[in-house]
């Protein structure tokens, strides 16, 4: 599928931490740059209440991290199949919708493709995880419409879905010679999905592709997942997680289950969790652990502890040990984390997302022995335990390893120039 001019269609990649928009472009890269030369925008909001500006990307997460006050969204592809998306949140001292708030990252996203693409698009290939909602296809349809309605909101007329890990697929298919049978692992911020997909040069010119769509199976964890369970092991612990009260009780979990998952953390800077948690303080059997907690709260720091904690679970996917440097709570105060604890902790889910690929095999009646290639895509695919675990699954099969944060964004815009030229 050559293209003489460009494509008319975009496609749009809006995922939990880092979101891309691509187009097919003759001579040139899919892939437009979002900010600071960059593919990747961060899936981040940052509303600054010192000069009441709203931030997008890294650059509003460099002002939440340098102390601007204000309200930092992040994760807010999570909003979409939950409750909260019908509700609201204060920013600039009035409400505003979560559906509201979603319509300003994916207009943003608009804007900066076709002021890249140096054209307005009317056209998008969406990507979509293969389950917003895990078991219930009511509210996973619900998830879908809301976001097709966001996109129409913000000025595109035609408005169509892929699942993400076949997007990554198709994009892989511009770089091979023969036939292949392929499982892609796609393993993001919010979820693990994985498609079972026929691929060749010859099939990449059809336009329906439904035959070679063999399986689709998704499960709903992904890296932010892994983040909660790293911070509530190795990190929470400082602050008073599972430390007892003069009464022999535990600390009520509530707030630190909230302060380890990123589209909760405002949650935890209410007046009335505040006075909880100071009230709380004057029983705990440790005070220094609830003194830490109560300057990360009146700080507004969470954010800024969660992104400690992903750079460290990032960086035990290359060494077994890693320092975090916790001073903003306590002067001097460090934390080792470790590979080896982090595994323990997260072999729940390592099993859930190795069952969800063995049921996918067993439905669609495939011998492990007859997948070629094992594609890994998606951010979080780089946690070498899950890799192991996937690819022992499939001992016969080649992995493969595309550009982790650009491959889906690249293969819906192959999609996009597909159904719309």
Known sequence: MSHAS?????????GTSNSTVGCLRPGQPTLLTMEDGRITLPSVVFFNAEDSSTRFGRAGLNDYLAGYEGRLMRSLKSLLGSSLI??????????????????????????????????????????????????DPVADKAAENTLADIAHNVGFKDVSFQYEPIAAAFHYETEIQREELVLVADIGGGTSDFSLIRLSPERAKLTDRQADLLANGGVHIGGTDFDRLLSLDSVMPLLGYRSLLKTQRQMPSNIFFNLATWHTINSAYTRQVLADQKQLAIEAAEPQKTARLLRLIEDRSGHWLANEVEQGKIALSDAPSTQLKLDRLEADLEQTLSRDAF???????????????????????????????????????????LRQRIAALLPQAQAVECDLFGSIGAGLAVEAARRYG
């Open 6 to 14: 460009p494509a008319r269609a975009c496609g749009i990649d809006f």
């Open 86 to 135: 019908d509700g609201q949140t204060e920013v600039h001292g009035r409400s505003l919708k979560f559906r509201e708030l979603l319509g300003q990252f994916i207009g943003e996203l608009k804007q900066r493709a076709d002021h890249q693409g140096g054209r307005e698009f009317e056209q998008v290939v969406l990507g979509r995880p293969v389950y917003f909602v895990d078991g």
């Open 343 to 385: 595994e323990a902790a997260t072999v729940g889910l390592v099993d859930q997302v190795e069952q969800t690929v063995s049921a996918l095999l067993r439905d669609t009646g495939v011998a492990a022995t007859q997948i070629d290639t094992v594609l890994f895509t998606g951010g979080s695919s780089g946690i070498p335990r």
